[in-house]
Structure formats: structure tokens, C-alpha cells
């Protein structure tokens, strides 16, 4: 699960490490009383209006913004609010924008040589050693993906050790490693210590800061350090977070976060019966239960030559309900040309699928109003009460005429490749 920088934010505070203060704003007109909120303790005005998205590659498409002005900042709120946000990160047509943080701007160091002093700062699970990681670079910014394709020797990776976590010797160390010198070097682990026991306390799967900065703003914020003229200090000034969601259970105050406008109408409507629904660019939707299944599915439409519309498992023990409701998922798409259902039955019973096959086929309302499903449907049972199954989708062969049985997976992927041509 994802959330927004401002909440994002919002946590790093909790956990001691310094961001400058912010204002979330939904219209406009809000813009001009969040400005001067955020600036009203600054000499010379600078805010930050940004994006509230769960997209990243914000700076580059032109969703965050210095702003010196109520105007500046009106005007830019104005923009964002009425634009559709396309970067990399998001779909082709772009992302609706209706909430925008207004924080106070942070003057970012120069950095001797060129440049500023803006670092790559993240923690996540790596699968292959089986750590947590927390994962620096000198070079951060808005090019990170870049800099770890082109030179992947400028990212530092260090491993975090099972049951003590980071060591605060090692996060001196990357702090060193990254280039900071004197009081900096302290703060900055300071921060690696904090955010790694954030990450580990909330079941985070991801954990950045990008860009950490060493500026000369200190004390935009109730937690920074207390602003001298120019003195130095390190601050967040950009955060994104994942979670399990596997550990939302214990985290009511994460999983509160949550945005459902965030969300495609289909992942939103498939969390809600408790399926697991991946879209993906093909023509063939596929019903399956078991996340093993639902993979060995996808491969088998794949080499007869087909590709799979969605990634849609189940579960072990779905309900007549759920099923119906994963069919209106799949048929929703209107890319999906013809459907999959392979079930083995397990604790799941075979009957209790085919009925839910047989009342989403009774209650499926086309676009042009008829009634039953249009697209072919290929159908392959085995396991628990497979014969009861059967007879039940026999008896209702007429009310669903595009429909054909399966003697095996394989047969099951042939006919559906041949019937979506
Ligand atoms: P992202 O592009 O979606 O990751 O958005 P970021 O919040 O990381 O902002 C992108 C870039 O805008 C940063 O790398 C900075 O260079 C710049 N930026 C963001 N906030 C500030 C700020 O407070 N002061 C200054 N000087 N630059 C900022
Ligand atoms: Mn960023």
C-alpha cells in the first residue's frame, strides 16, 4: 500500500527526522493562506507547491514548484489542479491531481565541485539476501533510476543485520561515504537510524527520502535543528513509502492512509471482496485460485500465444459472491476478448465456483444492455466436488452458449487462444 508524500511526511516527523512544515490544499484559493502560513517565520518567502500523487517524477513533469509569491503560488496551485500529471511512473493519460502540498522551500547547499547537495536515502527488503538494505547515493535527486543503471558504483548498499537492524556504525559510515563532513555526518546517520527502525516498525517494504539535502534553512520545521545563519543541517524533503500489506493488520493508523481515490475502480473494487487483481495488457482474462496457479495459468496462455488480460487469484476460499464479482472485474476490461477459469479445487469446492460462474453469467449486464455473458469461456474444474461442478455447468449450458469445458490446463489455454483468435 502507498501513500502521499504529505502523510509520508507526516511519519518521518514522528520518527524525529526533520522536514520543513507543510500544508495540504485541495482548491486554489487555499493556496494563498498555506503560503503564508509556511513562509510567515522565512526572510525572503520560498514555498514548494507539490503534487499529492502516488506517481513520482513529479519535478520533471512540472509538479512541484518554487514558488516567491501568493500569486506564483496561486497560479501553480491553479495548474496542477486542472492538468493530469504524466510522467514515467504514471499511466499514458496521466494522473488527476485534487490534493497539492504547499511546504516551505528549503535553500539546498551548492556542493563543492558543481551542483547541490541533494542525496538518495532508502531502505527496502532485498529478496536475494534476504536483508533489509538501506540503499544511499551521493547523486540523488529527480535521475535516481538512471544513475543505477548508468553507474551503478555510485549507490551504496548496506546490509541491515536480521535482529539488530542498522548499527549506528554503519550508518556512520555511508554518511561518510556519501561525502558529509563534520556535524552533517551525525545528523545524517542520525536519520538512517530513525528511518530504519520506521521501516522495520511499520512493516514498510519501501522507505525514501529522495532528495535528502544538507541546507542552510534549518528550522522551517518544529523537529529540525534550531536555524542559525548559516549553519548546515540535514533534512527530508521528499518521502515515499510502501507497505505490506500483508502487516496492515497490526498498523490501523497506516492502513488509515489509505487513498481509494488512489486506486483503478477495478483494484478498489477487487479489495473489497478480498481478490487479488493485477490488470495487465492482454485480451485473455483469467480466473484462477492460488497465486501458484494463477502464474503456471499466465505461462501456459503465453506459450500457446496468447497474453493474459489480468493477474486474478481467488484465494483459497472464495464465496459464490466473490466470484461473481471477479467475473464483473475481468469483463470490465474491455480489452478482455475471452476468459480463462481454472480452478483446482482444494478447500475451494468446484460447485461453489461453477454456481458463482453461473450467477455472474445471469446478472452480467453488456454495454448494450443484453444480458449474459458475450465473450467465448473456457472452463477447466478438478479437485473438491469437481463432478457436482460439472453437472451444475451441463445444466446451465444454454444460458451460457459460449461456453466450453477443458479436459486439462493445456486444453484449457489451447481452446481459449484459438476462441480470442
Ligand atoms: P519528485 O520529482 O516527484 O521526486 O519530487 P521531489 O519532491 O523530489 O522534487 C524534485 C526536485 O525539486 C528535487 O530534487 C529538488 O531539486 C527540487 N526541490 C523540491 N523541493 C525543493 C525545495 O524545497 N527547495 C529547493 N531548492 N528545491 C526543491
Ligand atoms: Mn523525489
Redesign the pocket.
Known amino acids: 500500500m502507498k501513500i502521499h ?1 504529505y502523510q509520508g511526511r507526516e511519519l518521518l516527523a514522528k520518527y524525529g527526522i526533520p522536514v ?1 512544515a507543510g500544508q495540504v490544499i485541495t482548491s486554489f484559493d487555499q493556496a494563498a493562506s498555506a503560503f503564508k502560513a509556511v513562509t510567515g517565520s522565512q526572510t525572503s518567502p ?1 514555498a ?1 507547491i ?1 503534487a499529492q500523487v502516488h506517481a ?5 513533469a512540472g ?2 514548484k ?1 514558488v516567491r509569491t501568493v500569486e506564483e503560488a496561486t497560479e501553480a496551485a491553479k495548474f496542477m489542479l486542472t492538468n493530469r500529471m504524466k510522467s514515467p511512473q504514471t499511466p499514458p493519460e496521466g494522473l488527476e491531481v485534487s490534493k497539492l502540498l504547499v ?6 547547499a551548492d556542493r563543492a565541485g558543481g551542483g ?1 547537495e ?1 542525496f538518495y536515502l532508502a531502505i527496502t527488503t532485498d529478496r536475494r539476501s534476504r536483508r533489509n538494505v538501506l540503499i544511499a547515493s551521493r547523486e ?3 535521475e535516481i533510476e538512471q544513475v543505477a543503471h548508468d553507474r551503478p558504483e555510485a549507490i551504496i548498499k548496506e546490509a541491515l543485520h536480521p535482529l539488530l537492524g542498522l548499527q549506528s556504525h554503519q550508518a556512520r559510515k555511508v554518511a561518510f561515504n556519501l561525502g558529509l563532513t563534520g556535524k552533517l555526518v551525525s545528523q545524517a546517520a542520525d536519520i538512517m537510524m530513525k528511518l530504519s527502525k520506521l521501516y522495520v516498525e511499520k512493516d514498510c517494504s519501501l522507505a525514501e527520502i ?2 535528502l ?1 544538507v541546507t542552510t534553512s534549518g528550522g522551517a520545521s518544529p523537529t529540525a535543528q534550531p536555524a542559525a545563519p548559516g549553519v548546515l543541517s540535514v533534512m527530508a ?2 518521502a515515499k513509502f510502501n507497505f505490506d500489506e500483508n502487516g496492515l493488520f497490526r498498523h490501523p493508523d497506516i492502513e488509515q492512509l489509505a487513498d481509494p481515490s488512489e486506486e483503478s475502480p477495478a483494484e478498489a473494487r477487487a479489495r473489497k471482496f478480498n481478490l487479488s487483481y493485477i490488470p495487465l495488457d492482454g485480451n485473455i482474462g483469467c480466473l484462477v485460485n492460488g497465486a501458484g496457479l494463477a502464474m503456471a495459468t499466465m505461462d501456459i496462455i503465453k506459450h500457446e500465444g496468447g497474453e493474459p488480460a489480468n493477474f486474478l487469484d481467488v484465494g483459497g476460499s472464495a464465496t459464490e459472491e466473490a466470484v461473481t464479482e471477479a467475473f464483473g472485474i475481468i469483463l470490465a476490461d474491455e480489452a478482455v476478448k475471452g476468459v480463462l477459469v481454472n480452478i483446482f479445487g482444494g478447500i475451494m469446492k468446484c460447485d461453489v465456483i461453477a454456481q458463482g460462474i453461473i450467477n455472474a453469467a445471469r446478472g452480467f449486464k453488456n454495454r448494450d444492455g443484453s444480458i449474459g455473458f458475450k465473450v467465448p469461456l473456457v472452463v477447466r474444474l478438478e479437485g473438491t466436488n469437481v463432478d457436482a461442478g460439472r453437472k451444475l455447468l451441463e445444466d446451465a449450458r444454454k444460458e451460457i452458449p459460449t461456453m466450453q469445458g477443458a479436459v486439462d490446463l493445456a486444453d484449457a489455454a489451447r481452446k481459449v487462444c484459438v476462441a480470442v483468435g
Open positions: 508524500e520543513p520560498l514548494v507539490k513520482g517524477g513529479r519535478g520533471k509538479f512541484v518554487l511546504a516551505a522551500a528549503v535553500d539546498i547541490k541533494e540523488g535527486g529527480v529522495n532528495p539535502v524533503i521528499d
